[in-house]
């Protein structure tokens, strides 16, 4: 069995620019909690949360902040972002393998298709005839690729994802298992004049999805194809698990999405936003660049300026929420009671 890659704390430093405090001949060869990490491990303190666990913690050094250091009698690593250095380093400590170039034999490949010879095919993939897999891009096992669909160099499908059609995916974009980008948007019209009371009609679906460069699109999250023009996410996008991206949404760069977030047709998201987990998002909406929405918020208008946004109820016991509840009818009443009573007093 190979041997762990060991680095110098010295050589790390150097390498990713960090003030070194104590001895540069530690050697690491891997990553750990404050509280789990043992003498050849690295970890890291970002929340002020866990400061407490840096007395006790063995850890071989810790990257913290420079008004963190005084607590530690260990091994530091100074970093204006600890989060952000650490995830420097914690990459050197990844080996995931790459495949090997090539296509599976069990894999189905339409005639036509364009495939790199750099590009790797996992078992039982599926690909249509007009598809084009650029060089380095890796299709884990059971993607489906379909019509008119580009999936750029150094870009990877883990596994079961699936591009239905008129999706383009840029360099380096990472989708995780169960991702679908490209099916159709919920566009339906209800036809009053149909018989008894009417019915629905589907609205065809006829854009497609551009997903720039370097994005990330997480496990059994939806994209849906635009209506008319493409659904877009711009580059360096990073989505959750089992986020809903509806038809026509733009999405800028660097914006972060967690989990279970979901945005509403022809929304229209800023730059360098985050939208927390579980927040919801209405259609035809625009939001502004540096944005945050928290976890649970609901946005039903268009927000124009920076800043941090929240709605909902915090979790209260269940009997005061239920008397509070019945209250909620009330307010509007309460308001105008509240109104006259300043106007009397005013008068007074």
């Given at each position: 069995?190979?041997?762990?890659?060991q680095?110098?704390?010295?050589?790390?430093?150097?390498r990713?620019?960090?003030?070194l405090?104590?001895?540069?001949?530690?050697?690491?060869?891997?990553?750990?909690?404050?509280?789990?990490?043992?003498?050849?491990?690295?970890?890291?303190?970002?929340?002020?949360?866990?400061?407490?666990?840096?007395?006790?913690?063995?850890?071989?050094?810790?990257?913290?902040?420079?008004?963190?250091?005084?607590?530690h009698?260990?091994n530091?690593?100074?970093?204006?972002?600890?989060?952000?250095?650490?995830?420097?380093?914690?990459?050197?400590f990844?080996?995931?393998?790459?495949?090997?170039?090539?296509?599976?034999?069990?894999?189905?490949?339409?005639a036509g298709?364009?495939?790199?010879d750099?590009?790797?095919?996992?078992?039982?993939?599926?690909?249509?005839?007009?598809?084009?897999?650029?060089?380095?891009a890796?299709?884990?096992?059971?993607?489906?690729?379909?019509?008119?669909?580009?999936?750029?160099?150094?870009?990877?499908?883990?596994a079961?994802?699936?591009?239905?059609?008129?999706?383009?995916?840029?360099?380096?974009?990472?989708a995780?298992?169960?991702?679908?980008?490209?099916?159709?948007?919920?566009?339906?019209?209800?036809?009053?004049?149909?018989?008894?009371?009417?019915g629905?009609?589907?609205?065809?679906?006829?854009?497609?999805?551009?997903?720039?460069?370097?994005c990330?699109?997480?496990?059994n999250?939806t994209?849906?194809?635009?209506?008319?023009?493409?659904?877009?996410?711009?580059?360096?996008?990073?989505?959750?698990?089992?986020?809903?991206?509806?038809h026509?949404?733009?999405?800028?760069?660097?914006?972060?999405?967690?989990?279970?977030?979901?945005?509403?047709?022809?929304a229209?998201?800023?730059?360098y936003?985050?939208?927390?987990?579980?927040?919801?998002?209405?259609?035809?909406?625009?939001?502004?660049?540096r944005?945050?929405?928290?976890?649970?918020?609901?946005?039903?208008?268009?927000?124009h300026?920076?800043?941090?946004?929240?709605?909902?109820?915090?979790?209260?016991?269940?009997?005061?929420?239920?008397r509070?509840?019945?209250?909620?009818?009330?307010?509007?009443?309460?308001?105008?009671?509240?109104q006259?009573?300043?106007?009397?007093?005013?008068?007074?």
């Amino acid at each position: 069995m190979k041997p762990p890659e060991q680095h110098s704390l010295a050589a790390l430093a150097e390498r990713f620019g960090l003030e070194l405090r104590g001895d540069g001949g530690q050697r690491i060869a891997g990553i750990g909690t404050l509280g789990a990490a043992g003498p050849e491990q690295l970890s890291f303190l970002a929340n002020p949360q866990y400061r407490a666990q840096l007395a006790d913690s063995r850890a071989g050094a810790v990257v913290l902040r420079a008004g963190d250091a005084a607590e530690h009698r260990g091994n530091s690593l100074i970093a204006s972002d600890p989060y952000v250095a650490f995830a420097r380093i914690a990459a050197l400590f990844d080996h995931t393998p790459a495949p090997a170039p090539g296509i599976h034999p069990s894999a189905v490949v339409g005639a036509g298709a364009r495939i790199a010879d750099g590009a790797s095919i996992g078992p039982l993939c599926a690909i249509a005839a007009d598809a084009v897999i650029e060089d380095g891009a890796v299709l884990g096992p059971h993607c489906v690729i379909g019509e008119r669909c580009i999936v750029g160099a150094q870009s990877r499908l883990v596994a079961r994802v699936t591009l239905v059609r008129d999706v383009t995916l840029g360099k380096r974009v990472l989708a995780h298992p169960g991702a679908v980008i490209g099916a159709d948007g919920f566009g339906l019209a209800f036809d009053r004049s149909a018989a008894d009371h009417g019915g629905w009609i589907k609205v065809p679906q006829l854009g497609g999805v551009r997903i720039g460069d370097d994005c990330e699109i997480g496990a059994n999250t939806t994209i849906d194809r635009g209506a008319i023009e493409d659904t877009v996410l711009e580059e360096d996008v990073r989505l959750d698990n089992q986020i809903q991206i509806a038809h026509n949404v733009t999405i800028g760069a660097h914006t972060a999405m967690a989990g279970c977030a979901a945005v509403a047709g022809s929304a229209k998201i800023g730059r360098y936003c985050l939208i927390g987990g579980g927040a919801g998002i209405l259609g035809h909406l625009s939001i502004a660049d540096r944005v945050t929405i928290t976890a649970r918020a609901l946005v039903t208008h268009s927000i124009h300026g920076a800043g941090e946004y929240s709605s909902g109820v915090p979790i209260q016991e269940s009997r005061q929420w239920r008397r509070n509840a019945a209250r909620f009818k009330h307010l509007d009443e309460l308001a105008r009671r509240i109104q006259a009573l300043e106007k009397k007093d005013t008068k007074s």
